[in-house]
């Protein structure tokens, strides 16, 4: 059972939140807060394993108290959900200790898949925003060898169209052909199809350097 505590200042937000996780068997809101203090007092009563986080909070920036949270509770894994989508504000999520960024945005498949990865210790970040983040800084730590074999799958990455990275972004995610269709609103082929011909751009690469592609630059980024 994965134990939630939300903290946002929208009470229809949490309301829908709270519906959403009920739904889920294997999850439930171990409590809620909308503002920093009463934040700190129930993560501390709690200790939750995933706190899902607006960044916009009466008086206080989300962003700035992750740090706090994480303090009081260093093994609550936090996922960032709010309408900013700024890469700025993700890069600074991940720096202070969060471990997941998520839209508002996003549909409530998402919600549930992001808080499962958070849960289980890995970095989630909604592939909308992945996109963007690869392509940042994209010469920069080219040092090492394992650097720069990571440089060259970037920069063939660089060569797929958009809807290839957005559907190789997914399969990284752990969505099958069927899930993305159904997200991006085409069929099954297509989307078998955007696969290969990414893949072989790629160099027919394996599913888990297709992950590394995702998000070793992300993690680079945050170190």
Not at 129 to 147: P, Q, T
């Amino acid at each position: 059972m994965i134990n939630i505590v939300l903290i946002d200042d929208h009470f229809l937000m949490v309301s829908g939140l709270k519906m959403i996780i009920a739904g889920h068997n294997d999850m439930q809101v171990a409590g809620t807060a909308n503002d920093a203090a009463s934040a700190m007092g129930i993560v501390k009563e709690k200790k939750p394993d995933v706190i899902v986080l607006d960044i916009s909070l009466p008086k206080t920036n989300g962003l700035d108290l992750i740090i706090g949270l994480k303090e009081i509770s260093p093994d609550s894994k936090i996922l960032i959900l709010t309408m900013y989508e700024d890469k700025q504000y993700v890069q600074r999520a991940l720096d202070n200790g969060a471990l997941g960024y998520l839209p508002k945005k996003a549909v409530e498949s998402d919600l549930i898949y992001a808080i499962k990865t958070v849960a289980e210790g890995e970095l989630y970040i909604h592939s909308s925003l992945v996109k963007d983040l690869i392509g940042r800084d994209k010469n920069k730590n080219e040092g090492g060898d394992s650097a720069g074999n990571q440089n060259t799958l970037l920069d063939l990455w660089h060569n797929l169209s958009d809807r290839e990275q957005e559907v190789l972004i997914m399969v990284a995610e752990g969505f099958s052909n069927k899930e993305i269709g159904q997200k991006l609103f085409i069929n099954d082929k297509t989307v078998a199809t955007h696969r290969l011909r990414g893949m072989e751009k790629l160099g027919y690469i394996s599913k888990s350097e297709l992950v590394d592609i995702v998000f070793f630059k992300l993690k680079l980024i945050n170190k």
